[in-house]
């Protein structure tokens, strides 16, 4: 369970106060966000001589705050609160497990190169938790309280939107001060508000009305450590990259219905024993563009299913929402970045004799996010 406290206290340095250029950034402007996360996981073993069953869920959420003490230099904190619950074994020896956490993360950040409204960060931030884990059942572990802390590095930049919004992308790189072998790094992506307005060049219209069609890449990863109620460590990376296609209708052409054809890698190690999996993944969707300016919202609506796989996974399916931006770069190309997603999955999978069937639910604000390039014409 520390693990699993110790990785949200990873997401609450990743997603703290930002800031832009030029006034942006002057003394006495402030910044606040939220962050906030819901996770469910469900397991049952047919076949076995006794059915096991399993849950794991999650929730997290966050809110910071950051000030410019002087020009370009901001100073934030945040505090986050997380909660899990964990429940494994045979029916006749059920072991549950809960744990809550308070996480502060007091931190600052440098602001450089500043360019119309592009501008450049580098920051670095504490961050301290208090967690406590109650656990019942046969051979369940006593009752703990425990501290965690850790400290991160990030280098990153943002981009204004309008006059009180900026988008955010930056690599970080986290170092556990008490058990100095627990350290991570990986790419994060955000948006943040400003509440007073501020300096911003105005976004062009763009030529989406007179385009038809679009191809386009989508990469997705993801990481989680947890640690169960033995104290035995689970490391899961899931990595997914998507290739697509679509065609642009409606009026204004700003409705988009597609096809796309996409590789998941899962990789997972449990006390000392490690597996990969692969499955390919289709999936039918619709997007629709709220504006016809370079940058706009645009929401997405999907439904995936696995066609070939590894011989574990028998039947992958998943529905899902999306909420995001889209920045059209020229006439003809396009970033695209999910940053509110909501998703429903269920599978089947053979692992010797018995059959696996999970069902998970999973809704993340500015976490796994998924970032795209996409041409049209």
Do not use: C
Not at 12 to 29: I, P, R
Not at 162 to 188: D, M, P, R, V, W
Not at 337 to 346: E, T
């Amino acid at each position: 369970m520390k693990n699993k406290f110790r990785n949200l206290i990873i997401s609450s340095a990743m997603l703290t106060v930002s800031a832009a250029s030029f006034a942006q950034t002057e003394k006495g402007k402030s910044i606040v966000g939220i962050n906030a996360s819901i996770y469910s996981y469900n397991v049952k073993a047919k076949g076995a001589s006794n059915e096991t069953i399993a849950r794991n869920s999650s929730q997290f959420i966050e809110l910071n705050y950051g000030k410019f003490v002087r020009k370009n230099l901001l100073v934030g904190l945040g505090a986050s609160f997380s909660a899990s619950q964990l429940k494994s074994g045979f029916p006749s020896a059920d072991i549950s497990s809960n744990a809550t956490g308070i996480v502060f993360s007091p931190g600052i950040r440098q602001y450089f190169g500043n360019n119309g409204n592009f501008t450049f960060f580098g920051g670095a931030y504490y961050s301290l938790g208090f967690v406590k884990t109650k656990s019942e059942g046969v051979n369940a572990s006593p009752d703990q309280k425990s501290i965690t802390s850790s400290l991160t590095a990030e280098l990153g930049m943002n981009y204004f939107i309008n006059q009180n919004f900026a988008l955010e992308a930056k690599i970080y790189n986290n170092s556990g001060l008490i058990n100095l072998t627990n350290n991570s790094s990986g790419l994060a992506f955000g948006i943040k508000y400003w509440p007073q307005n501020t300096t911003f060049t105005p976004l062009e219209e763009s030529e989406n009305t007179f385009k038809n069609w679009i191809i386009g890449v989508d990469v997705n990863t993801r990481k989680e450590k947890t640690q169960n109620a033995f104290d035995i460590e689970t490391t899961s990376s899931t990595t997914q990259a998507e290739i697509y296609a679509g065609k642009f209708i409606g009026s204004k052409k700003n409705h988009l219905v597609g096809l796309g054809l996409g590789r998941e890698t899962n990789k997972n190690s449990s006390g000392g024993n490690s597996n990969t999996h692969h499955r390919t993944i289709i999936t039918p969707f619709y997007e629709y563009y709220f504006k016809t300016t370079k940058l706009t919202p645009i929401a997405k609506i999907s439904s995936s299913f696995s066609i070939f796989s590894s011989s574990q996974y028998l039947l992958y399916m998943e529905n899902s929402a999306d909420l995001g931006l889209a920045y059209f770069v020229s006439d003809h190309f396009l970033v695209k970045a999910n940053f509110i997603h909501l998703g429903a999955n269920f599978q089947r999978q053979k692992n010797g004799p018995p059959t696996y069937v999970a069902n998970q639910f999973h809704f993340n604000i500015f976490d796994n996010s998924t970032l795209g390039l996409a041409y049209r014409w």
